[in-house]
């Protein structure tokens, strides 16, 4: 059974940290890019990072540069999104997703596998 879990949300307060994580299981996680999602209350789903497991380059929504970083520890299945300086209108649900890696691409052309999702509340 794919199963992927996120966990680490929590209410935070603004300009804090927080690091996601992102636990994989149920297929082989090598062949496999993870995206991180996430969702505003009344907002469309917003893409703010991905990477390849196998080719390691991360991709990283122009909203979030510079403040959020994707990493994997292959041996253990995770994904991580350490999120730094967070601001209120980063309020949301993060999911982590996984999609078939797509040929020299930090991102899959889909995403087959969802999380359920970890709720991250910054107070101003």
């Known amino acids: 059974e794919v199963q992927l879990v996120e966990s680490g949300g929590g209410l935070v307060q603004a300009g804090g940290s927080l690091r996601l994580s992102c636990a994989a299981s149920?297929?082989?996680?090598?062949?496999?890019?993870i995206g991180w999602f996430r969702q505003a209350p009344g907002k469309e789903r917003e893409a703010v990072s991905c990477?390849?497991?196998?080719?390691?380059?991360?991709y990283y929504a122009d909203s979030v540069k510079g403040r959020f970083t994707i990493s994997t520890d292959n041996a253990k299945n995770m994904v991580y999104l350490q999120i730094n300086s967070l601001k209120p209108e980063d309020t949301a649900v993060y999911y982590c997703?996984?999609?078939?890696?797509?040929?020299?691409?930090?991102?899959?052309?889909?995403?087959?596998?969802w999380g359920q999702g970890t709720q991250v509340t910054v107070a101003s």
């Open positions: 997703a996984a999609g078939f890696r797509a040929y020299g691409s930090s991102c899959p052309r889909g995403y087959d596998y």
């Open positions: 990477i390849s497991i196998i080719y390691g380059s991360p």
């Open positions: 149920g297929f082989t996680f090598r062949d496999y890019a």
